[in-house]
């Protein structure tokens, strides 16, 4: 059937062509697996490992709580997470720059689970990419259904395992034990998510696939924008390569390296023919180098056909000593990852809001002194418990707390109402500047900025 412009001739929708993908080998796969498992590995643990009694990650949006690397943040602590993101965004737009799509083919969660594990759990229950074929043209018998419904069980499984592991970064791995435990009616809401969770995993690795890197993820299409000719991605050298085809001997027509044997087109996990040129399906995989450099060596040919090269390479240009526009990322990069690390580290434990109280006013004492009073809510930022005080930091002023309470829970609030209490003699304006520490084991943790209004004295 015809296709135009994403529709059949005849009018009606072309049907999806399912992607056999051939089982990959070789040396850049093998990296890959080593970075993929290792970064599974640690997705997968993040959550569970506790530092200090705090996971080493949780993003808890409910509560509005995130954890990273054991250090708790708050909504107060907004302004770093700007800068985490944008260095997130920078960082991948100077690996696209330079390198192509190449965090899409080795770091992608969704390449990771799809490739290094639903993948695999086809070829185990399957077998390769012929065998699968096979099995899906075959008639519906015992022997075709059972390897079926052994797979997408083995793909729910796997799936509600993701899920919990997803559902542990949002609530917490304590939480999560308990809607494990407690009976269902319990934690509804969390055993629905639970579900809904599951379900979306499971229909994106058994039936959406490949379409979340080609149609759905921005990502994709991004490249297309960020890529110069300077930018190195995974490509084929039609220089070297064309005109395809076996070589015979006497035969009158020279032709090219490529054998035409399109392993490079069955490994590829999108189905695209990496000798067409350079395409935004493209995931930087490397599967078809691994499977082309193979070939090569068995027909004792040099290997890189398919390989690392820029746009400008493959048309016969020097490559270029700099890249300007790489530099200039990894400058903006370099610039954000120290404001990052400054923010993180000078960070305080505690953090406070101090406002007058609302309808109040100064009061004149019959000692000669002055009384605003105030209303403080503290955080306290750390997993422990924190014995507190507050102090005036001007000599003058005095600070008497209203209800007063002398620890921070760790991870916990407090709400105070105080009176600033300060000689008239010494208040040279209407309105004073002035200043009230958090003091924790003798030294400042925080100090917060306020106004304090009394008639000037004498």
Same mark, same amino acid.
């Given at each position: =059937?015809?296709?135009?412009?994403?529709?059949?001739?005849?009018?009606?929708?072309?049907?999806?062509?399912?992607?056999?993908?051939?089982?990959?080998?070789?040396?850049?796969?093998?990296?890959?697996?080593?970075?993929?498992?290792?970064?599974?590995?640690?997705?997968?643990?993040?959550?569970?490992?506790?530092?200090?009694?705090?996971?080493?990650? =949780?993003?808890?949006?409910?509560?509005?709580?995130?954890?990273?690397?054991?250090?708790?943040?708050?909504?107060?602590?907004?302004?770093?997470?700007?800068?985490?993101? *944008?260095?997130?965004?920078?960082?991948?737009? @100077?690996?696209?720059?330079?390198?192509?799509?190449?965090?899409?083919?080795?770091?992608?969660?969704?390449?990771?689970?799809?490739?290094?594990?639903?993948?695999?759990?086809?070829?185990?229950?399957?077998?390769?990419?012929?065998?699968?074929?096979?099995?899906?043209?075959?008639?519906?018998?015992? /022997?075709?259904?059972?390897?079926?419904?052994?797979?997408?069980?083995?793909?729910?499984?796997?799936?509600? @395992?993701?899920?919990?592991?997803? *559902?542990?970064?949002?609530?917490?791995? &304590?939480? @999560?034990?308990?809607? =494990?435990?407690?009976?269902?009616?319990?934690? *509804?809401?969390?055993?629905?998510?639970?579900?809904?969770?599951?379900?979306?995993?499971?229909?994106?690795?058994?039936?959406?696939?490949?379409?979340?890197?080609?149609?759905? #993820?921005?990502?994709?299409?991004?490249?297309?924008?960020?890529? $110069?000719?300077?930018? +190195?991605?995974?490509?084929? $050298?039609?220089?070297?390569?064309?005109?395809?085809?076996?070589?015979?001997?006497?035969?009158?027509?020279?032709?090219?390296?490529?054998?035409? #044997?399109?392993?490079?087109?069955?490994?590829?996990?999108?189905?695209?023919?990496?000798?067409?040129? *350079?395409?935004?399906?493209?995931? !930087?995989?490397?599967?078809?180098? &691994?499977?082309?450099?193979?070939?090569?060596?068995?027909?004792?040919?040099?290997?890189? @056909?398919?390989?690392?090269?820029?746009?400008?390479? +493959?048309?016969?240009?020097?490559?270029?000593?700099?890249?300007?526009? /790489?530099?200039?990322?990894?400058?903006?990069?370099?610039?954000?990852?120290?404001?990052? %690390?400054?923010?993180?580290? !000078?960070? !305080?434990?505690?953090?406070?809001?101090?406002?007058?109280?609302?309808?109040?006013?100064?009061?004149?004492?019959?000692? %000669?002194?002055?009384?605003?009073?105030?209303?403080?809510?503290?955080?306290?930022?750390?997993?422990?418990?924190?014995?507190?005080?507050?102090?005036?930091?001007?000599?003058?002023?005095?600070?008497?707390?209203?209800?007063?309470?002398?620890?921070?829970?760790?991870?916990?609030?407090?709400?105070?109402?105080?009176?600033?209490?300060?000689?008239?003699?010494?208040?040279?304006?209407?309105?004073?500047?002035?200043?009230?520490?958090?003091?924790?084991? %003798?030294?400042?943790?925080?100090?917060?900025?306020?106004?304090?209004?009394?008639?000037?004295?004498?």
């Amino acid at each position: =059937m015809d296709i135009i412009a994403g529709k059949a001739v005849d009018g009606t929708k072309p049907r999806r062509e399912w992607i056999y993908a051939k089982k990959p080998g070789g040396r850049l796969f093998n990296y890959r697996q080593l970075l993929g498992y290792t970064l599974l590995l640690v997705l997968i643990g993040a959550p569970f490992v506790k530092i200090a009694g705090e996971p080493f990650l =949780m993003f808890n949006i409910v509560e509005r709580k995130f954890v990273l690397f054991g250090n708790v943040f708050w909504p107060q602590d907004l302004h770093i997470f700007v800068f985490g993101m *944008l260095i997130a965004m920078v960082c991948i737009v @100077l690996f696209t720059v330079v390198y192509g799509r190449v965090w899409c083919g080795w770091a992608c969660p969704q390449t990771i689970f799809m490739e290094l594990v639903f993948r695999r759990i086809e070829y185990w229950i399957e077998g390769d990419w012929q065998q699968q074929k096979k099995l899906d043209h075959a008639p519906k018998t015992w /022997a075709r259904q059972s390897k079926k419904i052994a797979k997408h069980a083995v793909f729910l499984v796997v799936s509600f @395992l993701i899920a919990n592991t997803f *559902l542990a970064y949002i609530i917490g791995v &304590d939480e @999560l034990w308990k809607i =494990m435990r407690d009976p269902v009616s319990q934690h *509804l809401a969390g055993f629905v998510s639970l579900m809904v969770f599951t379900l979306v995993f499971y229909g994106v690795f058994a039936y959406v696939r490949e379409i979340v890197c080609t149609t759905i #993820c921005p990502y994709g299409r991004l490249q297309g924008v960020l890529l $110069d000719d300077q930018s +190195i991605t995974v490509a084929y $050298d039609h220089r070297r390569g064309e005109p395809r085809g076996h070589r015979k001997k006497h035969a009158q027509q020279a032709v090219g390296d490529c054998v035409d #044997c399109r392993l490079c087109v069955h490994v590829c996990p999108t189905g695209i023919d990496i000798r067409n040129g *350079l395409q935004m399906e493209c995931v !930087s995989c490397t599967a078809c180098i &691994d499977a082309c450099d193979a070939v090569m060596e068995k027909l004792d040919r040099p290997t890189k @056909l398919i390989g690392f090269y820029s746009t400008a390479e +493959i048309g016969g240009e020097r490559k270029k000593k700099g890249n300007t526009r /790489a530099v200039a990322y990894t400058v903006v990069l370099a610039v954000l990852m120290a404001v990052f %690390g400054w923010l993180v580290f !000078s960070r !305080s434990q505690v953090d406070g809001t101090l406002l007058r109280a609302k309808g109040s006013t100064y009061q004149i004492r019959p000692d %000669g002194t002055v009384s605003n009073l105030y209303s403080v809510a503290l955080i306290n930022k750390t997993h422990q418990d924190m014995p507190f005080r507050l102090v005036a930091a001007e000599e003058n002023f005095t600070v008497h707390v209203v209800n007063k309470i002398d620890e921070l829970k760790g991870g916990g609030t407090a709400q105070l109402s105080f009176f600033l209490i300060g000689p008239q003699r010494a208040i040279q304006s209407y309105k004073t500047n002035v200043k009230v520490n958090v003091v924790v084991a %003798g030294k400042v943790v925080e100090t917060m900025k306020t106004t304090f209004v009394a008639p000037p004295g004498g």
